[in-house]
């Protein structure tokens, strides 16, 4: 039991943890981007950091400032995310992915300050690689007996929420999916609560009640923690 509940169950674990939105450049001045805070990533690191992991936070753009005792490397768009988690993969032994990756992105960024004009403007987007999904595909396609990285994805939904976070669990080879109604009273973007619901392969694991950002980050690293014992599952 003291192996189980200690206080430090994560000690010689490596953690990568995304956090906050992707930022995609229109010109030098513009951008798109969306609502995430960078909150829930945050504390995700901070929980996972308590539990005695060594921590590195892949950050975009947030509304606030890191956790201390973390490594944090900064990136703004989807594709500098990808890179930046892509060649830490073979190191890490959990990877959370809480960013709000932007699922488009300009098809051309204007190097210059575009200019206006009385026409009306279409701006092309084309899709951004779905990094969860590539870090699901290249653990499947490690070899036997590599390091094998435990995988937690989010889901953020406004219907459906438990189809819509199997079929991601699925599509995206996660061991664990945390689920996010954003329209629950409590949960969402910006602020401090939130309402989720945890996936695994088998269906659901746990469905929390309304929790700070903070508890809920405890509660997943401590299903981690769990999950991820030598001989544990
Ligand atoms: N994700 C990612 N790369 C993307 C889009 C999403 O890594 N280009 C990750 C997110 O970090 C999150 C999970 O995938 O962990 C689910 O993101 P979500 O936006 O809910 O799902 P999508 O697959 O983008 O589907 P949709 O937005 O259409 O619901
Ligand atoms: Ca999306």
């Given at each position: ?114 200019k ?7 701006l ?73 619901s ?22 997943i ?10 001989t544990?599952?």
């Amino acid at each position: 039991v003291a192996m189980l509940t200690g206080p430090k169950p994560l000690a010689g674990k490596r953690v990568l943890v995304t956090a906050g939105g992707t930022v995609e450049r229109i010109d030098p001045v513009r951008y798109i981007t969306n609502d995430s805070s960078g909150k829930m990533g945050f504390a995700i690191a901070e929980a996972a950091r308590d539990r005695g992991a060594q921590v590195t936070l892949v950050v975009g753009k947030a509304d606030v400032e890191p956790p201390n005792g973390v490594d944090v490397v900064a990136v703004r768009s989807a594709l500098e995310m990808r890179e930046a988690v892509m060649e830490r993969l073979p190191d890490v032994d959990v990877v959370v992915k809480a960013a709000a990756v932007a699922d488009y992105r300009p098809a051309r960024q204007a190097t210059e300050k575009m200019k206006k004009s009385a026409e009306a403007l279409t701006l092309e987007l084309v899709p951004n690689p779905d990094i969860l999904q590539e870090i699901g595909e290249w653990k499947a396609a490690r070899e036997v007996g590599a390091r094998q990285p435990f995988i937690i994805g989010f889901a953020a939904e406004t219907t459906d929420v438990e189809k819509h976070a199997l079929d991601k669990l699925k599509r995206k080879k996660c061991d664990l999916i945390v689920a996010n109604d954003v329209t629950a009273e409590g949960a969402g973007f910006g602020i401090d609560t939130n309402v989720v619901s945890v996936y695994g392969p088998a269906g659901l694991v746990e469905k929390l009640p309304l929790l700070s950002k903070k508890d809920v980050a405890g509660r997943i690293l401590d299903l981690i923690a769990v999950s991820t014992r030598p001989t544990g599952g």
